[in-house]
């Protein structure tokens, strides 16, 4: 019913930058939020960063002052500018969109993009 296609991943060298997207498509009427999570080897997927419909925003304070998450909700997208990249964001980075309405008096679900692959080089 809805995916989550997520692109913009790839190799970078320490002090770069990468532009992440992510596209909802299906039926969807409005989602409450959309973030971006990560995960690295051996370690547990972690909050990046997040955005309501309101565009209300929270960041990792690990990410905060690098990283930029903004949506479009006409389009049901959501970015993460990434500058400034460190070696420790290396991981699999994935799309969420919480709280998402197929109907305006449906049920809220939450969805997982496949994940796209971030490694920055030292």
């Known amino acids: 019913q809805v995916q989550l296609v997520e692109s913009g991943g790839g190799l970078v060298q320490a002090g770069g930058s990468l532009r992440l997207s992510c596209a909802a498509s299906?039926?969807?009427?409005?989602?409450?939020?959309m973030a971006w999570y990560r995960q690295a080897p051996g370690k547990q997927r972690e909050l990046v960063a997040r955005v309501t419909d309101g565009g209300s925003t929270d960041y990792a304070d690990s990410v905060k002052g690098r990283f930029t998450i903004s949506r479009d909700n006409a389009k049901n997208t959501v970015y993460l500018q990434m500058s400034s990249l460190k070696p420790e964001d290396t991981a699999v980075y994935y799309c969420?969109?919480?709280?998402?309405?197929?109907?305006?008096?449906?049920?809220?679900?939450?969805?997982w993009g496949q994940g796209t692959q971030v490694t920055v080089s030292s």
């Open positions: 969420n969109a919480d709280g998402l309405k197929y109907t305006s008096d449906s049920y809220q679900f939450r969805y």
């Open positions: 299906g039926r969807i009427f409005s989602i409450n939020v």
